[in-house]
């Protein structure tokens, strides 16, 4: 059985880095269109505000406001080896 220990522990990393990768890093409420992910500066124009959730995977979510419009930012996330050598550094 001891010659599957090392699968194991590989698919184990990959459950527990895609859990994490789900989980918020942080949350920005603002109105600044030069934002280092941002490639929809019309956004925030004339002071329209915006909520910018960040993921641990480096995915970004963002909520216009009033209409509630959603867009993804994916140009940053993390996938596969690079993911899972950001999850064990972080834990």
């Known amino acids: 059985m001891t010659q ?3 699968t194991v ?3 184990r990393q990959k459950i527990a880095a ?12 603002h109105s ?8 929809r500066p019309e956004d925030t124009e004339d002071g ?3 909520i910018d959730v960040e993921y641990n995977s480096g995915r970004i979510e963002r909520t216009l ?3 509630g419009e959603r867009f993804i930012f994916t140009k940053y996330e993390m996938k596969g080896e690079d993911l899972i050598s950001a999850f ?3 834990s």
Request: no cysteine.
């Open 32 to 39: 600044i269109g030069s934002m280092y992910y941002d490639n």
């Open 88 to 90: 064990t550094q972080n």
């Open 4 to 6: 599957y220990d090392e």
């Open 65 to 67: 406001n009033p209409s």
């Open 9 to 11: 522990e590989i698919q």
């Open 18 to 29: 895609e859990d994490w990768a789900a989980k918020v890093r942080a949350i920005h409420a």
């Open 48 to 50: 329209k505000s915006v």
